[in-house]
């Protein structure tokens, strides 16, 4: 038995399989739990040790596999990333059911998530670049259901990820050159920029990000989320798999400038849209671009603060894209629109589902005593040690973002009706939504909570995890 | 100097497809020349590689215009009337200078990267320079899937090309060609959406 095996074999036999079975909440429960145990098994078994089951019966996880004459290993420092990975995984199969769309969204994501996986665990590491692109392909049925006519945001989803492709293999390929003669500056520049174009689409740095608000008023709010989550997050590994391999990129002097410029201008535009938008879907959009900005934020301050701020972020980015995306799609379900004009005084139909979108939005900008509160705070003291100014625009974009989540506030609260409160919306979804913000603010009181899952990450990276 | 000429002789087939697909309206037409693009670059690929491993592509090249021309042909007859917008002064004489235009950026930016690239010739970054500009180019002007898809595999096109001279590998041309059919897959698959209601809507 093999990890790659386990963690990427395994989830993509059961995809296929998952297509067979009628019921949608089966195929959600089916689908979480599956990646609940993947997400234990990585958790509680170790790789590379033999495991002793009686006197004559012991088992060891191998690392590796090999494929066609390239390996794809899992080391043992991985293990805690994939037990991340399969956790928040778990949640989102597990809401698919609420959000109606299990039947396509539970065997396409976990295919994806295994391909994203698979992605960054391949030798060569080249591969990944094709693998990520076959993972992009695989969620193009997921953004635009067949029922639906594609709209311009799939479209320029697929265009944005496909022109990645070229970049990141052409630099793996400039790389192996600088490895050989790293004096080479011409040739450790053309790299350099290569690569950061290749991750520039794949990260949708601006001015490439405009399909995120597109897609978000065209398709399931539910299955976006998902892939606004996983990308970037697969794609930040990728990233970081890159710094921890070369020394000579992770100490080229550039580098935290140029992450923070990208960080800022992405929290910048992000926040400043988001003020301006009277579509919730389209500011979720926006919200995620901020998200996608702190990340590279986080990125920019890897001498002084290593990988902590980044692990920081994983979960409260995870579990407030996971709640806001679930509301979204119950309401645009049972309202048909998210428009402004169309979701006046909400908050008295759907208490709980429009929490779950102000806390969602509140935990985004930072709010004190919410989840993403302590990750935004020690980027921002951060960037704020490094450059003032660079910190007042965090807050000028922050203070937009503010401003999008006290209009949703003042649209939703916004009635008329004397009819009074009513709790509308399936029982699951206001229970999902209703744990969601209680673990929200949980994770804002507590954050020490989610130490013992974030302190074995950075080991994954061993020149830059400290 | 035979295999010169016709080295150059493909890099005019790939110019004439590439400015097919921008002024032709007619999918059958399209294809095509998409058909005829991976004759070309199959010919510049095997400058490189050997010439089984080069027959991947052109037979990766054509199953993907079968791809789409099935998916295409099943549609609706009523739908396969090309849009008769474009107008000679308004549309196609536009397109043809600007792939006029990309055709002399493609051929003064060939020596810059024919040195930029070892063992190398200026034929394929010719070839290639065409193919990812006019890629370029019919991408910003179409949000039509099936056109959508044709820009696209253009421009993976031309970059399979100048990516045949630096790596070889097997498993790379593999995943290659299953990403060039998964586009054509999922070009089909948009071109079908909403296609049962666009029918009904028809009748």
């Not at chain 1, 479209?155 to 293999?169: E, G, H, K, N, S």
């Not at chain 1, 996971?322 to 979701?343: G, Q």
């Not at chain 2, 790939?14 to 058909?35: G, V, Y």
């Not at chain 2, 006019?134 to 990516?163: D, K, N, Q, R, S």
């Amino acid at each position: 038995m093999s990890a790659p095996l386990i963690w990427i074999g395994i989830p993509l036999l059961l995809a296929p399989l998952l297509w067979f079975i009628k019921r949608g909440d089966i195929i959600a429960f089916f689908g979480g739990i599956s990646a609940l145990f993947l997400s234990a098994l990585a958790w509680l078994i170790p790789i590379n040790t033999a495991i002793r089951i009686t006197a004559n019966i012991s088992f060891k996880i191998s690392d590796s596999i090999e494929i066609l004459g390239r390996q794809i290993i899992i080391n043992p420092e991985d293990q805690s990333l994939l037990a991340l990975l399969y956790g928040l995984a778990a949640l989102w199969f597990f809401g698919s059911s609420a959000a109606y769309i299990a039947r396509r969204f539970v065997p396409l994501g976990m295919t994806i998530l295994a391909l994203l996986i698979a992605s960054l665990a391949v030798e060569p590491f080249l591969y990944a670049a094709l693998i990520i692109q076959t993972a992009i392909l695989i969620a193009v049925p997921l953004l635009s259901p067949p029922e639906n006519k594609p709209g311009r945001g799939v479209i320029r989803f697929l265009i944005y990820q496909t022109l990645a492709m070229p970049f990141i293999l052409f630099s793996g390929w400039l790389l192996a050159g600088v490895e050989s003669s790293p004096g080479d500056i011409e040739l450790l520049t053309q790299a350099a920029v290569l690569l950061a174009l290749g991750f520039a689409f794949l990260l949708s740095i601006f001015p490439l990000f405009t399909w995120i608000p597109l897609l978000m008023e065209e398709a399931s709010p539910y299955a976006v989320g998902f892939i606004l989550w996983l990308l970037p997050t697969a794609v930040f590994l990728f990233a970081l798999g890159f710094l921890n391999r070369y020394a000579w990129l992770r100490e080229y002097p550039q580098l935290p400038n140029v992450l923070r410029t990208a960080g800022l201008i992405m929290v910048l535009t992000g926040g400043l849209s988001a003020a301006f938008q009277r579509h919730l879907g389209r500011m979720m959009g926006y919200a995620s671009i901020v998200n996608m900005g702190f990340s590279l934020l986080s990125l920019s301050l890897i001498a002084d603060h290593q990988l902590s701020a980044f692990s920081l972020l994983l979960i409260p980015q995870a579990l407030g894209l996971v709640i806001w995306s679930l509301a979204l799609s119950v309401l645009k379900m049972r309202e048909k629109s998210l428009d402004f004009k169309n979701v006046q005084g909400m908050i008295q139909r759907y208490p709980i589902i429009i929490s779950g979108i102000i806390f969602a939005h509140f935990s985004a900008i930072g709010l004190p005593l919410l989840a993403g509160f302590p990750p935004i705070i020690a980027i921002w003291s951060g960037v704020a040690k490094e450059e003032i100014i660079a910190a007042s625009w965090v807050a000028i974009g922050l203070a937009s973002l503010l401003t999008g989540a006290i209009r949703t506030l003042a649209v939703v609260v916004m009635t008329d009706d004397e009819d009074g409160w009513t709790l509308n919306g399936g029982t699951l979804q206001n229970i999902l939504i209703g744990l969601g913000i209680f673990f929200i603010l949980l994770l804002g009181i507590f954050p020490q909570f989610s130490y013992p899952v974030l302190s074995n990450l950075p080991s994954a990276f061993r020149y830059i995890g400290g | 100097m035979a295999t010169q000429i016709i080295s150059w002789i493909s890099v005019f087939i790939l110019f004439l497809a590439t400015l097919s697909f921008l002024i032709t309206q007619d999918w059958r037409w399209s294809l095509a020349a998409l058909a005829l693009l991976y004759l070309g670059v199959f010919w510049l690929t095997q400058l490189h590689w050997t010439f089984s491993m080069s027959a991947v592509k052109l037979v990766t090249g054509w199953m993907v215009a079968t791809i789409l021309g099935i998916t295409r042909s099943a549609l609706d007859p009523e739908l396969d009337t090309p849009p008769q917008h474009l107008s000679w002064s308004q549309g196609r004489f536009f397109r043809i200078l600007t792939a006029v235009l990309a055709l002399v950026l493609a051929i003064s930016t060939t020596p810059t990267v024919t040195a930029l690239l070892p063992g190398i010739g200026a034929v394929e970054v010719t070839g290639s320079l065409i193919l990812l500009i006019m890629g370029l180019l019919l991408l910003g002007l179409t949000v039509e899937p099936l056109h959508v898809i044709i820009g696209l595999l253009t421009f993976i096109a031309g970059f399979e090309i100048l990516y045949a001279a630096v790596e070889d590998a097997t498993l790379v041309a593999a995943l290659l060609a299953i990403i060039n059919l998964g586009l054509a897959l999922v070009g089909a698959y948009l071109i079908t959406a909403n296609a049962e209601e666009n029918q009904e809507k028809n009748r």
